[in-house]
């Protein structure tokens, strides 16, 4: 059980084109997902906090207007970075805390390499 | 301002030896840690976690350690095997929050050599 998936593991676009990221969990309902960013050889950073039903909170230093958040059902969460640049290819990986859970026990998915051109 | 430090980047131990895998904090918040092992191009793989009312949690061969005056948690891994390579990281969160938020060291490469 606590499976989370992430579609595409790999993109590759073009500066400037928008890519989509999903996050789904797979065999439980997800009140929360947090999407995090991976540099090389380096900490997981979090990006920003998902709740079904209502706006993202993100943390400082994360354009809220570039990676858009959209946390449409309880099991499904996408990330959406907008006009994408260079700089932002990175390794994104979400999570997702169960709905009933007794500790803060988060679910990894399997991240996506992204890579911008 | 890193809340939660792994100052190993590395550590290469020999199979069946044990393997002690250390991580500090610097917010007396936080109440609940984790450790997770991460292979490349993956999400991380949950391990074990202890609660601040522990000092002392284990399964199976992994046992972790949480020294809550020296803010200091340490993961423990014996015997180790070939498979437990892996980069691991320590995560702290404030339970008590409820926002679920986990706060991520910066990983320590495990290396055990057959």
């Known amino acids: 059980g606590a499976v989370v998936s992430q579609h595409p593991s790999r993109v590759i676009c073009k500066s400037g084109t928008s890519v989509k990221i999903e996050c789904r969990s797979l065999d439980f309902q997800a009140t929360t997902m947090f999407w995090y960013r991976q540099f090389p050889k380096k900490s997981l950073m979090l990006m920003a906090t998902s709740n079904e039903g209502s706006k993202a909170t993100y943390e400082q230093g994360v354009e809220k207007d570039k990676f858009l958040i959209n946390h449409a059902s309880l099991t499904l969460s996408t990330l959406t970075v907008t006009s994408a640049h260079p700089e932002d290819s990175s390794f994104y990986i979400c999570s997702a805390r169960p709905a009933v859970q007794s500790y803060n026990e988060q679910f990894f998915g399997p991240g996506t390499r992204l890579t911008v051109l | ?114």
């Open chain 2, 1 to 114: 301002d890193q809340q939660v430090k792994q100052n190993s980047p590395s550590l290469s131990v020999q199979e069946g030896r044990i393997s002690i895998l250390n991580c500090d904090y610097t917010n007396s918040m936080f109440d609940y840690f984790l450790w997770y092992k991460k292979y490349p191009a993956e999400g991380p793989t949950f391990l074990i976690s202890i609660s601040s009312i522990k000092d002392k949690n284990e399964d199976g061969r992994f046992t972790v350690f949480l020294n809550k005056s020296a803010k200091h948690l340490s993961l423990h891994i014996v015997p180790s095997q070939p498979g437990d390579s892996a980069v691991y990281f320590c995560a702290a969160s404030v339970f008590s929050s409820n926002t679920g938020k986990l706060i991520f060291g910066q990983g320590t490469t495990l290396q055990v050599k057959p």
